[in-house]
């Protein structure tokens, strides 16, 4: 009795001071505090009490009942039987705009039913603040607020099609979930956090805030840092700059699913292993053949994932399967090698794969699945002693290679060990020789026609350097250089004169006698004066060792001789001669060694020694030409007369000789 | 043809053999033919410096000519075959060594003659015996041009015709100008270090090239067929090997040589025994081998000249 005094008591006192606060509100109590008013409302009757006690409390409770319901004349009450629905943008125009064009605003204004108002999250006359922890809207209720109609199983996840399944489930799992439900922290993500509260946008819309163009804005509001920390995904600013051309957050962190560590706490791999042990577990794909399920754990154990578990790769497993692992699709190595599946997705390889071509690779073409090795590992396929043949399977040794449009041909494996690299690798086990990857790079291969292929003639030079950094700086201050020569024609890159893939040693015979072919492309002239004077006339004859043009001229140092530097100015020449003629002198070195005698003007000595010789010699044979053309019938006339006379001196004679024996 | 088929001795040369001690021809049946004569044009000494002149010259226009049609393929192909550019320039230099021997050895027999004869310098210089051109090979010369239009008989030739003349002095100019230039290109750092300038040696080049191209163009054309093609000698006329000539021949060939040798008997003192078979068909094959490389070379020089050298 006592307590129901103090409870009467309690009434009392704190009411009138809830709402006393206007007169009009006494008098809207006057009905509405009744239980028991009731309206008919589309055939149905509901309940039009109000509760003042929680309205008192609410986050309206000062405002009074007019100030939303102002359609009400307080002096000709009871009010009509229906009033104007509550227009919040009175005080809340913000909200109700964005609301308005938002996809729940929209189905609302096309009159779907189960379209949410501004009520269906915040209440009515109870309307908590959302930093209230009773309220729908307080940080740790938003997932089960937006679960209402958002989870499995619910109407609207029926009706609409979303593509994004199990949201509920995932962001439990997820780690943002488990920092909101296991770690309590209410500073974490919710839906609300990256959809917005009240903007809500399908990832379509260029508005929205998961929009790709977005995205990375929308993880910023509290990873505000994370350029700086993923710099091998994106460089620094990009991501605002250049919105199109780096990752965005959600293709490597799975929106809903977002998670840094696996819970192998709740999920051991023992557990996969019940199944996964057994080496005759198989499922038949679509097409009818059976693929084995079996996982040797002794791969994994001896791979470079040996610390990992199953489900930090194979993500997409899910409580609510059965099993659990069903449909889980392929692993995402992107999720930790991010920078790396990038560059693949460039890649022609990557290209290719999304294209459905089925003979592309994929990361386990290569790294293999459960037994990946590192590089750095010789039995693994990207063991550098193995590479060139992991790379041949697909671009030589097929049937059908898949690279048969190149100007090398199907035989770029046979030619690289060949070449002073493949050699190098394969003869002299030496791993720091380029093999295919470190000219065409592991992941982010590209046709040399691709501009950001490093086999771009752009590129070439600065990929060359990786290891030959010397040559290039010699390059880079020779007249070949983009640097130092402005010209529209083609300059020569490495590959020029050093074939990709058959790439020679430059002192062996086969390399210096291509030089002038190779030089010769461009420099035609002069190769061909080259060629009309010893040191050319000799090498067509086949000799190594003669002066080509990288002998005199230099080989990536080559400059103008005009230029101090270079071997062939007036300081150097000699220097230069003698590394053959090592008695060269300053008259020797004034030997022409492109030197024609066509050239009246440049080379007069050489024009007229050679027109008079040339006037002697037609001289000489004209003479005897003609000559013999006048003696020959003569010569044949007077050998028949000789004939003749010499057979009637032999008859003579043995006639006379019958008379002498007679 | 003329030397070894003729079983019979012409009866115009009867006198002139009847005058010499060398035992005369004795009238026989008609079954055994009678001896034929011969005389000998060149010692051995010459014939042995002729040796060495075709076996260098040959050697020179070959490998040579690899260089000089370097961009021909026919020329390539003969370069490796004779073992690349290493050994045809060292064959070079070896014949070049050769040349210079002969032409020394030479010069030494003539001045050796000179003394024997006790012949004085301005003697060697005109007169029958002289190889340099004289008034009567000009007199010569047009007769010959109207012997073969027809308008005159053959000219009475003396010991040499001009155009023997001509490839006697072609030698030792040639062997001067294409050896001089030739040391230049050899020691190119000798011959500029004593002031020669460097575009000297370019010009060497191309008097050694192209005066090597007049060379073996006239030798392997001109002097073939003057001397061994012409109907007359048809395929080869191996005196330079064998020494003697028929004097039946002489007599035809050479009326005024003949006559003057008659004359001051030195036509007996040189008549010698008919050359060894064996010598003749070794002179032959050898003979045939040089005029067929000969032949070869300048047929491939031509064809590179027409069709594919600038």
């Known amino acids: 009795m006592r307590k129901v005094l103090l409870l009467a008591l309690l009434a009392w006192t704190t009411v009138p001071v809830a709402y006393g606060q206007s007169a009009e509100d006494e008098e809207c109590a006057a009905c509405h505090d009744d239980r028991t008013l009731t309206a008919e409302r589309n055939g149905r009757t509901v309940s039009m009490w ?48 964005k609301f308005n064009r938002s996809l729940h605003g929209s189905a609302l204004d096309e009159g779907r039913f189960l379209a949410p108002t501004c009520a269906t999250c915040h209440g009515k006359h109870d309307i908590l603040p959302a930093k209230d922890e009773r309220s729908k809207t307080y940080v740790t209720n938003i ?233 750095t590992d010789p039995e693994s396929p990207v063991f550098a002693r193995n590479l060139p043949s992991l790379c041949a399977d697909c671009h030589e040794n097929r049937m059908d290679p898949v690279q048969n449009t190149a100007a090398d041909g199907r035989e770029v494996f046979t030619h690289y060990t060949e070449s002073i690299h493949g050699k190098g690798l394969l003869e002299s086990g030496l791993l720091v020789t380029a093999t295919c990857v470190d000219c065409h790079t592991a992941h982010r291969e590209l046709p040399k026609t691709d501009e950001r292929s490093t086999v771009h003639p752009a590129n070439v030079a600065s990929t060359c350097a990786t290891c030959h950094d010397g040559i290039m700086e010699e390059f880079n201050r020779s007249i070949h250089s983009p640097n130092v020569t402005t010209t529209d024609k083609k300059l020569p890159a490495c590959n020029d004169c050093h074939q990709a893939h058959s790439i020679s040693r430059t002192d062996g015979g086969e390399f210096r006698q291509q030089i002038l072919q190779q030089c010769g492309d461009c420099h035609e002239e002069v190769t061909e004066t080259y060629f009309d004077t010893f040191h050319g006339k000799v090498s067509q004859l086949g000799s190594e060792m003669t002066a080509k043009c990288s002998d005199c001229h230099g080989a990536h140092n080559i400059l103008p001789p005009s230029n101090p530097e270079s071997l062939l100015s007036r300081q150097n020449v000699i220097e230069t001669c003698k590394t053959c003629h090592p008695n060269s002198n300053r008259q020797f ?74 | 043809m003329t030397t070894d088929t003729d079983p019979t001795m012409p009866a115009a040369a009867q006198p002139a053999v009847e005058a010499g001690p060398t035992p005369a021809p004795r009238k026989k049946s008609a079954r055994t033919p009678r001896k034929k004569l011969y005389y000998q044009r060149f010692d051995g000494y010459s ?135 030739g040391l230049v290109l050899w ?81 007996e003192k040189g008549l010698v025994e008919a050359p060894h078979p064996l010598l003749e068909k070794w002179a032959r094959a050898f003979g045939m081998t040089a005029l067929t490389i000969g032949l070869i070379t300048v047929v491939m020089i031509i064809y590179s000249m027409i069709f594919l050298y600038r």
Request: contains cysteine; charged residues 25%; hydrophobic residues 35%.
């Open chain 1, 50 to 97: 109000v509760n003042f006690k929680a309205f008192a409390q609410s986050t309206h409770g000062r405002e009074g009942c007019i100030s939303c319901h102002q359609d009400v004349d307080v002096d000709d009450l009871p009010h009509e039987d229906r009033l104007e629905k509550v227009d919040c943008s009175m005080c809340h125009d913000d909200a109700v705009m």
């Open chain 2, 47 to 181: 014939r042995f410096l002729h040796l060495l002149v075709i076996i260098s010259f040959l050697s020179l226009a070959v490998t040579g000519m690899t260089i000089k049609f370097s961009g021909v393929g026919a020329f390539q192909t003969l370069s490796r075959w004779l073992g690349g550019y290493e050994v045809t320039g060292f064959v070079h230099r070896v014949a070049a060594v050769i040349t210079f021997l002969y032409f020394f050895l030479h010069v030494y027999y003539v001045q050796r003659r000179m003394r024997r004869a006790k012949m004085k310098f301005s003697e060697l210089l005109k007169g029958e015996n002289t190889l340099l051109p004289q008034k009567h090979d000009v007199t010569e010369f047009v007769q010959t041009v109207k012997w073969f239009l027809g308008l005159g008989p053959r000219p009475d030739y003396g010991r040499w015709t001009y155009w023997e003349k001509f490839d006697y002095l072609a030698v030792f100019w040639g062997v001067l100008v294409i050896g001089l230039s």
């Open chain 1, 589 to 662: 070195v004034g030997y022409l060694t492109h030197a024609t005698h066509h050239d009246k003007d440049k080379y007069p000595y050489l024009y007229y020694t050679f027109w008079f010789m040339t006037t002697l010699l037609l001289g000489v044979f004209s003479f005897f030409g003609l000559h013999t053309v006048l003696w020959l019938p003569r010569a044949i006339k007077e050998r028949r007369a000789q004939i003749a006379r010499r057979r009637a001196e032999r008859e003579a004679e043995e006639a006379e000789d019958e008379t002498d024996e007679s």
């Open chain 1, 143 to 375: 997932p089960a607020l937006c679960g209402e109609c958002h989870k499995e199983g619910t109407r609207v996840n029926e009706l609409r099609a979303v593509s994004q399944r199990h949201v509920l489930e995932d962001y439990a799992e997820s780690i943002h979930g488990d920092g909101l439900f296991r770690r309590g922290l209410i500073v974490t993500a919710v839906c609300t956090s990256c959809h917005t509260a009240h903007d809500i946008l399908p990832h379509e819309n260029r508005g929205s805030s998961i929009h790709r163009a977005n995205i990375a804005t929308t993880c910023q509001q509290c990873h505000r840092q994370i350029e700086r920390v993923h710099t091998k995904v994106i460089d620094g600013e990009l991501w605002e700059k250049r919105p199109h051309e780096v990752p965005i957050c959600v293709d490597c962190h799975q929106p809903h699913q977002v998670r840094r560590v696996a819970y192998t706490g709740s999920f051991p791999d023992s557990r996969c292993l019940t199944c996964h042990s057994d080496r005759n577990l198989a499922r038949t794909l679509p097409d009818g053949t059976k693929e084995s399920l079996y996982v040797n754990v002794d791969d994994v154990q001896h791979s470079m994932h040996k610390g990992l578990t199953c489900i930090s790769c194979h993500t997409q497993i899910a409580e609510a399967k059965d099993p659990v692992c069903r449909d889980s699709g392929p692993v995402q190595c992107a999720s930790c090698h991010a920078e790396q599946v990038n560059d693949f997705t460039i890649s022609m390889h990557g290209q290719k794969r999304a294209e459905g071509d089925e003979r592309a690779p994929q990361c386990t073409t290569c790294h293999g699945d459960h037994r990946i090795l590192g590089r």
């Open chain 2, 187 to 267: 020691f190119p750092e000798t011959f500029t270090a004593m002031g020669i300038p460097g575009w000297m040696v370019n010009v060497a080049t191309i008097i050694h090239s192209d005066e090597a191209l007049l060379a073996t163009g006239f030798i392997f054309t001109v002097h073939f067929f003057n001397t061994h093609f012409r109907p007359d000698r048809f395929p080869m006329d191996p005196v330079i090997f064998t020494g003697s000539v028929e004097v039946e021949e002489l007599k035809e060939d050479r009326p005024r040589l003949y006559e003057a040798l008659v004359k001051s008997g030195e036509l």
